[in-house]
């Protein structure tokens, strides 16, 4: 794809057709009907959106996005800019949460230069797509140039479009120092909401420093005048690189039909973007968890998405991601290694008692 | 152990000491602190309960314990009691919803038939520790003996006596047709809520049936006068075979300081049996998820339990459990194997910019 209004025009809606024959395979394993709860769901939703059977997740990728912003100038973050870059080696090394998690999920991680303030040298693992070395402080003007912001998304897709070759699924990760102040002004802006009420501490800011956030967000918004009815306006105005790397990483995912899990606030923020764009993208999420970030839920609504973990994670990075492609994968294995109850000899609901 | 008074008397609380050493490894991890929200939580029960200080899950089982209900003649399920014994066949060839989600999370499991109304042939994976075929039907008198009641506990102690050495997590489970009625009637009695507000649909009964049902274990509680202060009273008068044997092996869990990953409705009222008789078994369950059965919220509160889960789950068998060991291990693997930010040269929290 060339340009991102292809994108958007070759993304499908979901085929609901076959909804019967999957229900009835999985009203056929030797459980009652519906007892699995959101794993029968999960594996309903893989099974409408791959067109496929009995699917088994074998190749897995969490993207990783990594980008700088420079708001952190205005002090909105616990930690130092440099930690973005430096958490991008550990991503590399393999010592980072959301590599820990993937690990045990099956999952590999490939972590994603879309915008960081450091140039890195190629290696396994890692993808440069830069767009710019951090982006401009939204307290004092844009992100990003608009041409920037469809880069970054289309990156994103480019992302998906190099990797899909049998891969099953796809989970969405952040990284970026200062990244939950554009997400809460994203939101903030696409649903009309006040800032107060959509903004947190992300890496664990003080109560004042929660004020002077907040604050920030509002000069960002007043400064910018973004223009809610056009998401590429706002993620150029008060987004990041990383941001419109998974609103494409999103997209990429639905024109291709891999189901893609998406983590939390930062993540969500991209999905917000991408589903604002090309609203049949929202059937092809999976949201991985209710994060801490008070924000999180308001994005959740708009997507019409209810979060399958809530553990009071807010990490990032799709260490989430990583849980929920498990929850995915337990889904399937129930349609595919279950046991139907004519295969096991099991008695069915209200029938008589039949000899063993 | 020879006496269900000697497991209860050698069951020590948690030693808290280690907290703050614990602690201080996870906030040296390279994430913001707490980040990680429950998974840190579950890592720092894991060491407190076992004293370990980097435990890796290698040998995980999954004791479902099965037994048959006299009271199915109230025509309290929607299924034949029949299907008890077909599903522990199922359970043994690997078929069932636990089987699957056990080999996903890379645990055993064992079946024990604690009172099931049929002969079983000795086999690999398979514990014959059976009290009865059957219990007696609660609507008309006692489930079993105070004696079998005993004995019952004391087999799930033994199980986790005979397979103790070098096993490293618990997970408990049950099949049995008719046994959310002993469920509920045990959380009626020992939390002194009304059976209506504790009763559900187990299998997947209608209206009626779910009137019917409330009806007979009223008339139960009414029969047998269950003593609420003693709680072997209330499993020998309303409860059940496998209830007591999954109560058994959260008091063996205990005794041996090996977490216990508690599943659903079933479960948690042997757990419930287990903390009446010994409340210092509570810090050592982990409750793996909210299940849909309405009486199991009363049991938690009581049990001082938060799920980790809320997957709409209602299967039993140990399949929410299978799930919630592998929370535990994502706990235990970010302890293990996550970098520190010395080792990942990661700048900390409120520090000044470093160098790369």
Redo the contacts between chains.
């Keep these: 794809m060339k340009t991102l209004h292809e994108v958007i025009k070759n993304i499908r809606p979901i085929d609901h057709s076959r909804r019967n024959t999957i229900q009835a395979k999985l009203d056929d394993?030797?459980?009652?009907?519906?007892?699995?709860?959101?794993?029968e769901e999960l594996a309903m939703r893989y099974c409408l959106i791959t067109g496929k059977d009995k699917p088994v997740l074998r190749n897995k990728i969490i993207f990783t996005c990594a980008g700088d912003h420079g708001v952190t100038k205005e002090g909105v973050s616990?930690?130092?800019?440099?930690?973005t870059?430096?958490?991008v080696?550990?991503f590399l090394?393999g010592?980072?949460?959301v590599?820990?998690?993937a690990?045990?999920a099956g999952a590999r991680v490939i972590a994603v230069d879309m915008g960081v303030d450091?140039d890195f040298e190629p290696a396994e693992g890692l993808e440069i797509r830069k767009i710019g070395r951090g982006t401009g402080n939204i307290a004092a003007g844009p992100a990003m140039t608009r041409e920037q912001a469809e880069a970054s998304i289309m990156a994103g897709v480019g992302l998906v479009e190099k990797y899909r070759d049998g891969l099953d699924i796809i989970g969405t990760g952040d990284m970026g120092i200062g990244n939950t102040t554009p997400s809460s002004a994203i939101v903030s802006v696409i649903t009309g909401t006040d800032p107060e009420l959509v903004t947190g501490r992300?890496?664990?800011i003080d109560d004042s420093s929660l004020k002077s956030k907040v604050a920030t967000i509002k000069k960002a918004i007043a400064v910018n005048r973004p223009d809610k009815s056009d998401a590429l306006d706002v993620l150029a105005k008060v987004g990041g690189f990383e941001i419109g790397g998974i609103a494409g990483v999103v997209l990429g995912a639905a024109l291709h039909r891999i189901p893609v899990v998406v983590d939390g606030f930062i993540s969500t923020a991209g999905a917000l973007i991408a589903a604002e764009l090309c609203p049949a993208v929202k059937e092809y999420l999976v949201a991985a968890h209710q994060s801490?970030e008070i924000g999180h839920r308001k994005m959740l609504e708009r997507l019409e998405q209810r979060p399958?973990?809530?553990?009071?994670?807010?990490?990032g990075e799709g260490?989430g991601a990583a849980?929920g492609i498990?929850?995915v994968?337990?889904g399937l294995?129930?349609l595919a290694?279950?046991?139907t109850f004519s295969?096991?000899?099991?008695?069915?609901?209200?029938?008589?008692?039949?000899?063993?």
């Design positions: 394993l030797t459980k009652p009907q519906g007892s699995l709860g959101r794993l616990a930690f130092p800019a440099a930690v870059p430096q958490m080696y550990n090394r010592g980072a949460g590599n820990v998690l690990r045990q450091h992300g890496t664990g801490v399958l973990l809530d553990l009071s994670l807010r990490l260490t849980l498990s929850l994968e337990s294995r129930i290694e279950m046991a295969s096991a000899g099991v008695s069915e609901k209200n029938t008589e008692q039949t000899v063993l």
